[in-house]
């Protein structure tokens, strides 16, 4: 597919569509997003990417309203907690999310993190299927348009299968040069699933920014390294989510629309690792 801008649409399983790329608020402090949000709509991004546990969810609801953008123009995500999964908890949290955001539905809807065997042993397949279960019924109910999860590897969407009624629609995973998953995105993408790459630039504090090999592959192309890593998530089919408070930068990471990366050069940046990022492995995390 031929990608103009940040807002070529990509169509999910169910029909929905979701604009290319979206703008990320991870870490984006309460009194900071909802003039970072608004910034961000003037400039043009119509994804926005939010989640409870990020403790911004009422200023990027304000930023919205502040933008005076038609609500149905924009995609708007975000996630259950971890606290919150389970069958009630998790119609609870949607609703808290969308009182929260000043909202009255939901584009998109994700478990945060899977439930794993490291915290909640065999419970942990019943745990995530029932926090489905709810999901399923608020999407038929059409207080989200698409429901999907995060951080979810192939095995754990395996086994949410055996039970799901509908299949997630996305799953959103780290994806940045040094922590490619490439084997995880294929298989996702063979799944049926489109996929969102968390932390694209490495995440705050990381050192792919300042890498020898991606900097050189930016000089190449007249771009940052911050738009080769865009480029470089885009020309896999994935979705990057970039995070920046600075117009200056939200807008270098609207504009990687006009090169090409050459197959040598996906394969160079493919085989990068230890850039740092979070690189947190979800079967292994106690939160
Ligand atoms: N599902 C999950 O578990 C999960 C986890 C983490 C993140 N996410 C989502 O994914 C989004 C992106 O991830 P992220 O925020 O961790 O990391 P990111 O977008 O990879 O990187 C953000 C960092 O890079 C800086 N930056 C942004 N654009 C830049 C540019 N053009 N040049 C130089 N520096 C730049 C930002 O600083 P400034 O803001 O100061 O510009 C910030 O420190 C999040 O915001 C969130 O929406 C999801």
Known sequence: M??????????LNNGVKIPCVGYGTFRTPEEVAEQAVADAIELGYRHIDTAAVYGN??????????????????FVTSKLWNTERGYE?????????LDRLGLDYLDLYLIHWPANEK???DDAKRLNAETWRAMEELYHEGKIRAIGLSNFLPHHVAD???TAEIKPMVDQIEVHPGWPHTEEVKKLQ??????EAWAPLGGQGSSVLTNPTLKEIAEDHGKTVAQVCLRWVLQQGVLPLPKSVHVKRMQQNMDF??????????KQISALRDLGGQCANPDDVDF
């Not at 629309?257 to 996906?266: G, I, Q, R």
């Open 257 to 266: 629309f006009d090169f090409e990366l050459s197959n040598d050069e996906m």
């Open 89 to 97: 908890s998790t119609k609870q949290a949607l609703q808290d999310s």
């Open 57 to 74: 969810e009422t200023a990027v609801g304000k930023g919205i309203k502040d933008s005076g953008i038609n609500r149905k123009e924009l």
């Open 190 to 195: 063979s799944m049926d699933l489109l996929v």
């Open 2 to 11: 031929e990608f103009k801008n940040i807002n070529t649409m990509r169509q």
């Open 160 to 162: 949410l299968m055996e």
């Open 119 to 121: 915290q909640f042993g």
